[in-house]
């Protein structure tokens, strides 16, 4: 899952292709301590960089710069939001980032995270 070149966890498909979608989904594996510390420190660049994850709000669901970044789902799926998982933030994934960022000594941007989110 992990691209070196890109310094990011991407979801696979089943034949173990890479799906390109900067997604929060990344950030998980500093909630589960799967990273090591450089890989850990180039996500973090990811969520200071205001072009990927550093949004005004917190952390969207997928990057700022992703061409689907809330753009309307598929008329396929069915949701009453039609920009879902597509840039929204959301508690539960901002709370995994929170404390992955806590796992790996990033306390000052877990806060500032928080903080962005919190009203």
Same mark, same amino acid.
């Given at each position: ?12 498909? #089943? $034949? !173990?292709?890479?799906?390109?979608v ?12 799967? =990273? @090591? ?15 990927e #994850? $550093? !949004? ?17 789902? =598929? @008329? ?40 962005k989110?919190?009203?």
């Amino acid at each position: 899952m992990w691209d070196d070149k890109d310094g990011f966890y991407y979801s696979l498909l #089943f $034949n !173990g292709e890479k799906i390109r979608v900067k997604s929060v989904q990344a950030f998980t594996a500093l909630f589960a301590e799967v =990273p @090591e510390k450089d890989m850990a420190d180039r996500l973090l660049d990811c969520l200071e960089d205001e072009h990927e #994850f $550093n !949004g005004k709000y917190g952390v969207p669901t997928i990057s700022f710069s992703d061409e689907k970044y809330m753009s309307p789902q =598929p @008329e396929w799926f069915f949701s009453r939001d039609p920009y879902y998982w597509r840039g929204p933030i959301w508690a539960p994934t901002t709370y995994l980032v929170f404390r992955g960022l806590q796992n790996y000594g990033f306390t000052k941007k877990a806060e500032e995270i928080v903080y962005k989110w919190l009203p």
